[in-house]
């Protein structure tokens, strides 16, 4: 199936205006770099704590910021998460939550410090914070507190202690899976299986609903952020070597140095891009570039074996002319490919959520540089290697 036919572009005249075009992106992306004072780097590299936290109302995010001023080597990062209806905020902290201690610890300092700016009034509550509490503190409330007075109906202790761990997960899993991880209200606590009136009266005396609930803490050590920037560099570092080796194998070498300028042009760049809209840079978007760094070659390798088939079929021709001919006999080809893909990476973007977004955004513009830069770049490069260090005669 061929979307476009009989396609007779010169390509290679029109060269320099794709530099020209290239040239202005790139600048615009180091104008960016340096204008921001560099990438914004996500906690995997940087070091750090992410912290998602739902509220049972519209959270006061200047509160938060309050908050938390003295757990924050510098001044945390507040912005609200998944669909608004939900109230929940991310918060980024440039200090690694519970660094120098366990993470357990660093948690309910971040709990104590939440609560004193938007739970005041439960401060000193020695009662159990249902939304942020675990399955052992619940169930040894339980078993203490004995509601149902189990006690008194001559149960052991062992059928004790196993009907209230029951129960205690129970209401556990209903707050996590049903009520999204916050519960506002005690009275919908009885649509848990076991829980009846007598064991709710009984939670209310040493539980309260929380206005809040952490629902996830994501911590990175700072020593850990900077090997792990390396190893992404070396990653994307050994992918390129490893392309130049290749098609410099399968082909000729000054191939392999063409497809390996394009992929330096789609990198630089994409990450211009990100220098200019300042999304994060994060382990997945790492994955994102090395996914670009196969399309973008794999979309050059078609151009290239044409110009190969050409090459040895029509030892006279210019060079000049096979390059073109080639691009033009592969451009159905290149552009079906990108169309489908860049379209299923669209769609990854705009519906796939806030953790695929810089992976997302990565293929959906790299899919369109790397399909240009195979064409505009790669080629153009090729063509001049032949027809400056190749014969004199200008022919392959």
């Known amino acids: 199936m061929e979307i476009v036919k009989n396609v007779s572009v010169d390509w290679i005249g029109k060269k320099w205006y794709f530099f020209g075009l290239s ?6 992306g180091i104008a960016a770099y340096l204008i921001h004072g560099g990438f914004a780097y ?9 912290i998602y936290i739902k509220f049972n109302k519209t959270p006061d995010l200047d509160m938060i910021r309050k908050s938390l001023k003295p757990e924050a080597i510098s001044a945390p990062t507040i912005q609200t998460y998944d669909v608004s209806s939900k109230h929940t905020v991310q918060i980024r902290l440039q200090t690694a939550l519970g660094e120098g201690k366990s993470i357990e610890a660093g948690q309910g300092k971040l709990q104590s410090l939440l609560r004193q700016g938007l739970d005041p009034e439960n401060v000193n509550s020695a009662k159990i914070d249902f939304n942020n509490t ?24 062992q059928e ?4 209230y761990q029951t129960l205690a997960q129970a209401l556990l899993d209903y707050r996590n899976k049903v009520s999204d991880g916050l519960v506002s209200n005690f009275d919908d606590l009885g649509k848990v299986d076991g829980a009846n009136t007598t064991v709710i009266e009984g939670l209310k005396k040493g539980v309260y609903l929380g206005s809040f609930a952490v629902k996830g803490v994501e911590s990175v050590g700072a020593v850990v952020g900077q090997d792990l920037r390396n190893r992404a560099a070396l990653a994307i570092g050994l992918s390129f070597l490893g392309m130049l080796v290749y098609i410099g194998a399968r082909f000729k070498p000054v191939y392999g140095v063409g497809a390996i300028i394009g992929l330096f042009h789609d990198l630089i760049i994409t990450l211009g891009l ?33 110009a190969r088939e ?3 079929m029509q030892r006279k021709g210019s060079i000049y002319d096979l390059i073109n001919t080639s691009i033009n006999q592969t451009l159905s080809r290149t552009l079906m490919t990108g169309l489908a893909t860049f379209v299923s990476v669209l769609c990854l973007y705009l519906f796939g959520g806030e953790v695929l977004d810089g992976f997302a955004f990565v293929l959906t513009v790299g899919i369109v540089i790397g399909t ?16 400056d260090r190749g014969p004199k005669s200008k022919t392959a």
């Open 42 to 50: 996500g906690i995997d590299f940087t070091g750090g704590t992410i």
């Open 160 to 163: 004790i202690e196993s009907h």
């Open 310 to 312: 050409h090459l040895r």
């Open 23 to 28: 040239w202005f992106l790139a600048a615009l």
């Open 274 to 306: 990100f220098a200019l809209t300042q999304k994060e840079i994060s382990l997945t978007v790492v994955a994102g570039l090395l996914t670009l760094v196969g399309y973008s070659v794999n979309d050059a390798i078609v151009v290239f074996d044409r």
């Open 372 to 387: 240009y830069s195979s064409v505009a770049i790669s080629a153009p490069i090729v063509e001049w290697w032949y027809r």
């Open 134 to 157: 675990g399955f052992e503190a619940l169930s040894t409330y339980l078993i203490s507190s004995d509601p149902e007075n189990l006690k008194s109906q001559s149960k052991t202790s």
